[in-house]
């Protein structure tokens, strides 16, 4: 049995870690909850392969051959990483998904992306606020020397963990139709204040059968790896929701952030 591909990407500190919390409390979907190195390892034999003079020479005289060997084999490789799963559908997390879709749907047409939204103020306050609780640590990009302005600019720069995947919603607007239909996007505020809604909705959307959803009884997954992170964005998880608090934003920066990315909250976040 092949399992119907879902990927979950989108921005950090969005709800992906309860997002993948409650897909897997339905029964016909295996989700292992914690960020997975298969988009990472896609990617780069992407890259080794194009580099490879004994694969470029056979393109030369056997293109259609070649390149089905290889779309074969990226093909099986996917597939092959959850080889014993006998679920429905498979949940694989990764922010890089949404950059890859057009790699990820030549590999698995039948596959869709789930993308995580936030405010981007609250976004970067989650942030802010776990490094003032973790101030003694660096950030594995060395951003806690800088002032808090200085760590927003940074944050939001289009290669750092704001702004890499901000750039890659950004680009949504320039996939083909066809495309855009295969995403499906969450915004945290709305996953944690109508919980059981979001996800009957999302259920509906990606074909399965409907589930319920008790925000009060929830399975608690494998912890993913903070460390790795050097502490900066955890990844708890819990029995229960519970709204968050709100991050109170210097107005200069959540000004200087609405600014920047208009485009966003004209998109997701429009006033009413």
């Known amino acids: 049995?092949?399992?119907?591909?879902?990927?979950?990407?989108?921005?950090?500190?969005?709800?992906?870690?309860?997002?993948?919390?409650?897909?897997?409390?339905?029964?016909?979907?295996?989700?292992?909850?914690?960020?997975?190195?298969?988009c990472n390892t896609l990617l780069g034999m992407?890259?080794?392969?194009?580099?490879?003079?004994?694969?470029?020479?056979q393109l030369d005289s056997a293109f259609e051959a070649s390149y089905a060997h290889l779309m074969s084999a990226m093909r099986a490789y996917l597939r092959g990483w959850y080889h014993d799963c006998d679920s429905k559908a498979v949940v694989d997390k990764n922010r890089a998904w949404l950059h890859a879709i057009e790699l990820l749907l030549a590999l698995a047409p039948e596959a869709k992306l789930v993308v995580c939204l936030r405010e981007l103020g609250q976004i970067y306050g989650s942030i802010e606020a776990q490094h003032q609780r973790t101030i003694l640590v660096d950030f594995i990009d060395h951003l806690?020397?800088?002032?808090?302005?200085?760590?927003?600019?940074?944050?939001?720069?289009?290669?750092?963990s704001i702004g890499a995947p901000l750039s890659s919603l950004h680009a949504v607007i320039d996939l083909p139709a066809e495309v855009q239909k295969r995403l499906y996007f969450v915004r945290f505020e709305d996953l944690v204040e109508q919980p059981a809604a979001c996800m009957s909705h999302l259920y509906a959307w990606l074909g399965l059968a409907p589930c319920t959803i008790d925000p009060n009884q929830l399975t608690v997954g494998v912890q993913e790896s903070d460390s790795h992170y050097h502490m900066k964005y955890p990844h708890r998880q819990s029995t229960?929701?519970?709204?968050?608090?709100?991050?109170?934003?210097?107005?200069?920066?959540?000004?200087?952030?609405?600014?920047?990315?208009a485009w966003f909250y004209e998109l997701y976040y429009p006033k009413k």
Do not use: W, Y
């Open 1 to 38: 049995m092949t399992a119907n591909f879902i990927g979950v990407t989108g921005l950090p500190r969005a709800g992906s870690t309860l997002l993948c919390q409650m897909l897997a409390q339905h029964p016909d979907i295996h989700c292992e909850g914690h960020s997975s190195p298969l």
């Open 46 to 57: 992407r890259r080794m392969v194009s580099d490879d003079q004994f694969f470029l020479s």
């Open 144 to 160: 806690a020397d800088f002032d808090r302005m200085g760590r927003a600019d940074m944050l939001f720069a289009k290669d750092r």
């Open 240 to 261: 229960r929701i519970a709204k968050p608090r709100r991050h109170d934003i210097p107005p200069r920066i959540q000004a200087q952030i609405e600014t920047a990315c």
